[in-house]
């Protein structure tokens, strides 16, 4: 379970006029706090209450500012969760199975992000595939600034992974107040039904002060539900400044993983992974282990990136100067039955592109099977059935995948089918309309 939480998306008060950042290169600060969780599931009549908290900190530092924009290093350390309550049908089990409780909770960990923010908090991070947890705790770390007169009218949306969102933002005074309203579309079956959310930020001098957050959804299928909630606050307080020497590296070090973050983001993954591998074979850059693994767990989670396709070649022609778009796909899975018509609209119109629904026929879908889902959701693409040889050459261990070939056959895309607006990102770079 990863939880992140993310605050410098807030700026901070200036009398009554327009709020604007005041931190500068080589400033430093920490947030400190617990994020607190509780789980409920239900199974017919059986029920489990899981609540646990975590402390954990960010150390931030400002690498770097150019005009109005600030880049940002954060690095986020968790302690292991200590639980609070383990009960399974009424009875405390905390200490009855001390290595089942052990695998429920989440270990220490550490990682780093890199955010660039322009005197208006706009620049957002999103968590490399994101799981729900994880999209939540970025949406909670949502904030704009906000000058006088606009609180009664600023709402801005988003999307992170398969949840959309909305948030309307409000101050008074230091304080900053974000309430979202999230969805998410049906995946795997699941249903989810949010609750709500709310993050409340106080400055004080330029500066954030503390920052609070809550959120709670509930996640039906056919076997049961699952209640989560989330409490999380911090507080800051000021660490040494960097001397302008150390500063000026510290932004040279910062600058290829920022760049990779925000090709990430923006599609370019391939390029993203390459930036991260590079800064991890630079012994000098003192986030050089931190590229490292990021560049280790992009590798894993998606193993052909960037590398050239083998193996495998659709049963539908290509012409030679085609991109391909190629969507690893079941007629069994819920979440791709959702997600067809969406690839397919991205992909209608697109001259230079051959988009490609690759289904496996096997013992678990027969052709017919795979043709009635695909009749009517996939305008726009190819229907390509294969014998298991297209999910061999890609190295995919589970399904729903979507991947883009250029026309030299390298991978410059992977991704889930979910994450359409990155994927459209990445299109509109590579292949126009």
């Given at each position: 379970m990863r939880v992140l939480i993310l605050v410098l998306s807030v700026a901070a008060a200036v009398s009554a006029g327009p709020l604007r950042y005041?931190?500068?290169?080589?400033?430093?600060?920490?947030?400190?706090?617990?994020?607190?969780v509780e789980v409920i599931t239900r199974r017919g009549a059986g029920i489990e209450r899981l609540a646990f908290r975590r402390p954990g900190a960010q150390h931030v530092t400002v690498c770097a500012r150019e005009g109005e924009r600030r880049l940002f290093a954060i690095a986020t350390e968790h302690a292991a969760a200590a639980a609070v309550a383990w009960e399974v049908d009424g009875r405390d089990r905390r200490g009855a199975d001390p290595e089942a409780l052990a695998a429920l909770l989440p270990a220490r960990s550490r990682s780093v992000e890199f955010l660039e923010l322009d005197d208006r908090g706009r620049g957002a991070m999103v968590p490399l595939d994101p799981d729900l947890q994880g999209a939540v705790l970025s949406v909670l770390g949502e904030a704009e600034v906000l000058a006088e007169g606009e609180e009664a009218s600023w709402q801005v949306t988003g999307a992170v992974g398969a949840l959309a969102w909305s948030g309307a933002f409000s101050r008074s005074g230091a304080t900053v107040t974000s309430v979202f309203t999230m969805t998410a579309a049906p995946r795997g079956g699941a249903r989810v039904l949010f609750d709500g959310a709310r993050a409340t930020v106080t400055l004080a001098d330029g500066r954030v002060a503390s920052?609070?957050?809550?959120?709670?959804?509930?996640?039906?299928?056919?076997?049961?539900?699952?209640?989560?909630?989330?409490?999380?606050?911090?507080?800051?307080?000021?660490?040494?400044?960097?001397?302008?020497?150390?500063?000026?590296?510290?932004?040279?070090?910062?600058?290829?993983?920022?760049?990779?973050?925000?090709?990430?983001?923006?599609?370019?993954?391939?390029?993203?992974?390459?930036?991260?591998?590079?800064?991890?074979?630079?012994?000098?850059?003192?986030?050089?282990?931190?590229?490292?693994?990021?560049?280790?767990?992009?590798r894993a989670e998606h193993?052909?990136?960037?590398?050239?396709?083998?193996?495998?070649?659709?049963?539908?022609?290509?012409?030679?100067?085609?991109?391909?778009?190629?969507?690893?796909?079941?007629?069994?899975?819920?979440?791709?039955?959702?997600?067809?018509?969406?690839?397919?609209?991205?992909?209608?119109?697109?001259?230079?592109?051959?988009?490609?629904?690759?289904?496996?026929?096997?013992?678990?879908?027969?052709?017919?099977?795979?043709?009635?889902?695909?009749?009517?959701?996939?305008?726009?693409?190819?229907?390509?059935?294969?014998?298991?040889?297209?999910?061999?050459?890609?190295?995919?261990?589970?399904?729903p995948r979507v991947y883009l070939v250029d026309p030299d056959g390298e991978v410059r895309y992977s991704g889930r089918g979910s994450e359409v607006e990155t994927l459209r990102a990445a299109l509109q770079r590579w292949v126009q309309r």
């Open positions: 005041r931190y500068e290169r080589g400033e430093t600060f920490v947030l400190e706090g617990t994020t607190e920052v609070e957050g809550w959120a709670a959804w509930t996640v039906a299928t056919a076997e049961g539900t699952e209640r989560r909630e989330i409490r999380y606050r911090l507080t800051a307080s000021p660490g040494p400044a960097l001397a302008s020497e150390d500063a000026a590296d510290a932004a040279a070090d910062a600058a290829p993983l920022a760049a990779a973050a925000q090709a990430w983001r923006t599609g370019e993954r391939d390029r993203a992974l390459d930036l991260w591998t590079r800064a991890g074979a630079d012994g000098a850059n003192r986030w050089s282990d931190d590229a490292r693994s990021l560049a280790a767990a992009v193993p052909v990136l960037g590398l050239p396709l083998a193996g495998w070649e659709p049963r539908r022609p290509v012409p030679p100067d085609h991109w391909r778009l190629i969507y690893l796909w079941a007629s069994w899975i819920p979440a791709c039955r959702d997600e067809l018509p969406a690839l397919a609209a991205l992909a209608r119109g697109r001259e230079g592109l051959t988009a490609l629904a690759v289904a496996r026929v096997d013992v678990l879908q027969t052709e017919d099977e795979i043709r009635k889902v695909f009749a009517g959701a996939g305008e726009g693409l190819w229907l390509d059935l294969d014998d298991g040889s297209a999910a061999r050459a890609f190295r995919a261990e589970d399904l």
